[in-house]
């Protein structure tokens, strides 16, 4: 099982400041002001939201993301609701929402129940690996010793292919893409899906 909190500490995501591309091209889409960050990590697209107006209820299962993201929130100057809690049990109401965004985070238990919390026309953003990122990374290792030593992600918190728009097939799809996309030394095999609540 993975130690978020200790990634977290050891810096795994410093640097990771800025709001995912995905958000910063579509975000215009959402409707109404409410929106739920699922498994928002250091808040960074949250912060992001909330500095274009929308009122923002981050969901963090790390102690230490948490406050990472209250600092970066304050000193940012614009207020997001954070809530401890873990998305396998999720606290939020249904219809309560415009929006819900999920960046990076995977449980096929509580799948079926994120489109519960979004009203009539409200947006889902959604954004996550494929399987096909292990053999990514694998493919990019510069060295065999570096092959030799790669660490596979656990499949069971990645995408078959085509399987995260079968999740949705009741919204009105605005966006899909799957694709094997470069930045700096870092290659990802990943779905990303915008759809409309009928």
């Known amino acids: 099982m993975v130690d978020w909190d200790k990634k977290y500490r050891n810096g795994y995501y410093d640097g990771a400041t800025e709001p995912h591309d995905l958000l910063q091209k579509f975000w215009q889409v959402i409707p109404g002001k409410k929106v739920i960050d699922v498994a928002m990590g250091n808040g960074r697209d949250s912060i992001f939201l909330a500095k274009k107006g929308f009122c923002v209820y981050g969901l963090e299962k790390s102690m230490e993301a948490i406050r990472i993201a209250k600092e970066t929130t304050e000193s940012a100057g614009h207020p997001i609701s954070i809530i401890h809690g873990d998305a396998a049990t999720m606290p939020f109401k249904d219809n309560s929402a415009?929006?819900?965004?999920?960046?990076?985070?995977?449980?096929?238990?509580?799948?079926?129940?994120?489109?519960?919390?979004?009203?009539?026309?409200?947006?889902?953003?959604?954004?996550?690996?494929?399987?096909?990122?292990?053999?990514?990374?694998?493919?990019?290792?510069?060295?065999?010793?570096?092959?030799?030593?790669?660490?596979?992600?656990?499949?069971?918190?990645?995408?078959?292919?085509?399987?995260?728009?079968?999740?949705?097939?009741?919204?009105?799809?605005?966006?899909?893409?799957?694709?094997?996309?470069?930045?700096?030394?870092?290659?990802?095999?990943?779905?990303?899906?915008?759809?409309?609540?009928?």
């Open 98 to 198: 415009d929006c819900v965004i999920v960046f990076y985070f995977l449980l096929r238990d509580i799948m079926r129940d994120i489109p519960d919390m979004l009203r009539k026309g409200g947006i889902l953003i959604y954004e996550t690996f494929l399987k096909r990122q292990n053999e990514v990374e694998i493919y990019t290792a510069n060295t065999a010793s570096e092959r030799g030593r790669h660490h596979q992600r656990n499949p069971d918190y990645l995408l078959e292919d085509g399987e995260l728009i079968s999740f949705f097939r009741d919204f009105q799809l605005l966006f899909y893409e799957e694709t094997i996309s470069a930045s700096m030394n870092n290659r990802r095999a990943t779905a990303k899906f915008i759809g409309r609540k009928r």
